[in-house]
């Protein structure tokens, strides 16, 4: 497939143009309120070009309860030359992790919810993409020896949860057709953006949007 950005003929000089253009638009809308985003060492060796982010929740409920913590960071990377794999020029690489109940990690519907919470964000956005590929782990942690004598001391209203999901993923966005104008690619990539960051939400127990409703039980 040829890659929606890509055509035959770029300069580097385009080639950065087009990198820069998509760095500028994740950096000028990756203001939340209810997010600290901030921007990251990219990885290396991945594509030619690369970006990172990272953005974490935390959530306080009215209950006083201990707060419910969701992370992630979200990688953009731009190879002009287009891959095979990944069926464009651009890929967005994305890992969360977030505190839920021991009663949710051990369900064994968890991977699909956590899944759906993602395609659900996209379909929000109004986004499309393609490739999407990815992984939701459940995890639960126990504590031995000196950490297991910590959390007894600290009772169990005070020691964070040991049960988390992890949801790995990553896709290509479709942006614009080859030779399209700067504002697509700017509209689009925020789109994507908005969807991350709903998907994040949704990992901590918030109201995403009007749009999509919150899928975590809770208690």
């Given at each position: 497939?040829?890659?929606?950005?890509?055509?035959?003929?770029?300069?580097?000089?385009?080639?950065?143009?087009?990198?820069?253009?998509?760095?500028?638009?994740?950096?000028?809308?990756?203001?939340?309120?209810?997010?600290?985003?901030?921007?990251?060492?990219?990885?290396?060796?991945?594509?030619?070009?690369?970006?990172?982010?990272?953005?974490?929740i935390?959530?306080?409920?009215?209950?006083?309860?201990p707060?419910?913590?969701?992370?992630?960071?979200?990688?953009?990377?731009?190879?002009?030359?287009?891959?095979?794999?990944?069926?464009?020029?651009?890929?967005?690489?994305?890992?969360?992790?977030?505190?839920?109940d021991?009663?949710?990690?051990?369900?064994?519907?968890?991977?699909?919810?956590?899944?759906?919470?993602?395609?659900?964000?996209?379909e929000?956005r109004?986004?499309?993409?393609?490739?999407?590929?990815?992984?939701?782990?459940?995890?639960?942690?126990?504590?031995?020896?000196?950490?297991?004598?910590?959390?007894?001391?600290a009772?169990?209203?005070?020691?964070?949860?040991?049960?988390?999901?992890?949801?790995?993923?990553?896709?290509?966005?479709?942006?614009?057709?080859?030779?399209?104008?700067?504002?697509?690619?700017?509209l689009?990539?925020?789109?994507?953006?908005?969807?991350?960051?709903?998907?994040?939400?949704?990992?901590?127990?918030?109201?995403?949007?009007?749009?999509?409703?919150?899928?975590?039980?809770?208690?």
């Open positions: 497939m040829t890659p929606s950005l890509h055509h035959r003929g770029l300069t580097r000089a385009d080639e950065s143009e087009q990198f820069t253009l998509a760095v500028h638009t994740l950096r000028r809308h990756s203001q939340r309120p209810d997010l600290c985003i901030e921007e990251i060492p990219a990885p290396k060796n991945l594509a030619p070009y690369a970006v990172a982010f990272t953005a974490e935390d959530n306080i409920n009215e209950q006083e309860q707060p419910e913590r969701a992370s992630g960071h979200l990688v953009l990377l731009y190879d002009p030359t287009g891959h095979p794999a990944w069926q464009g020029c651009f890929r967005l690489v994305t890992y969360l992790q977030a505190q839920v021991e009663a949710m990690a051990r369900d064994p519907l968890l991977p699909q919810v956590g899944w759906s919470w993602l395609t659900d964000a996209l929000s109004a986004v499309r993409a393609v490739a999407l590929a990815g992984t939701v782990t459940q995890v639960i942690s126990g504590s031995f020896g000196q950490l297991q004598l910590d959390d007894a001391m009772g169990p209203d005070l020691h964070p949860s040991q049960a988390e999901v992890q949801i790995r993923a990553s896709w290509t966005p479709v942006l614009a057709p080859p030779g399209g104008e700067p504002e697509h690619l700017q689009h990539l925020a789109g994507h953006l908005d969807a991350w960051c709903q998907l994040l939400r949704l990992c901590a127990g918030l109201p995403a949007d009007a749009e999509v409703a919150t899928l975590r039980p809770r208690i």
